[in-house]
């Protein structure tokens, strides 16, 4: 379904196995949707709204958390077997987008967020939980402190860094100038 800002309907783009993600292009003109069941990433044309490009992952398979930035679309995946999920770059800007994996070993499909070239990576559920900071060439910047369970909580990316946010006590914790991540109001450091 896609609508104005105000909710009304504009049209229904249908044909579509589960999908669960959406992340819009820098430049405005495509959406990308997850679409965990047929083990695909789409790209969509926002004036036309036709699909553009569809992007086989079953090597990857349930695609599940989606961020867009600088031509590369980061895919968090899994089905929710143990070690099967990670992350894996959709780099859109080739004519057929390679795929570049970034992570493995996780049980479900890991959260993803951009901000710049920087990359955060966590895993839902895990506890303690750790966020990945990667560099856009896929290089780790660090692993932050352990964290309560992500099972709750999202992660956001900021001006200064990425904020996330544990639904259980509603906390809001934002990394800080030289900081990875922050834990507990302490700033862990690379």
């Keep these: 379904m896609v609508t104005k800002s105000d909710g009304t309907l504009i049209d229904t ?3 579509l196995s589960s999908a669960v993600a959406l992340s819009v292009a820098d430049n405005g003109r495509h959406v990308y949707a997850a679409l965990r069941d047929s083990h695909e990433v789409i790209e969509i044309d926002i004036t036309t709204l036709a699909i553009t490009r569809r992007i086989d992952l079953s090597a990857y398979p349930c695609p599940s958390t989606l961020a867009q930035a600088y031509e590369r679309v980061w895919v968090g995946y899994g089905c929710g077997q143990a070690g099967e999920g990670g992350v894996v770059a959709l780099e859109t ?5 390679v795929l570049v994996p970034v992570e493995s070993g996780t049980t ?8 710049g070239r ?3 990576v966590g895993e839902p559920g895990a506890d303690p939980a750790s ?4 560099r856009s060439n896929i290089e780790l910047r660090g692993l932050s402190c352990g964290y309560a369970a992500w ?3 999202l992660i956001t990316p900021v001006t200064t860094g990425f904020r996330w946010i544990d639904r259980r006590s509603s906390r809001s914790v934002t990394s800080q100038a ?3 991540a922050m834990s507990g109001g ?4 690379d």
């Design 118 to 120: 920087t990359l955060a």
């Design 108 to 115: 479900q499909p890991p959260l993803v967020a951009v901000a």
């Design 151 to 153: 099972r709750y909580s």
């Design 131 to 134: 966020i990945r900071v990667c």
């Design 93 to 97: 800007w080739r004519p057929t987008p």
């Design 186 to 189: 302490r700033c862990c450091r």
């Design 178 to 180: 030289g900081c990875v």
């Design 13 to 15: 783009i249908g044909g």
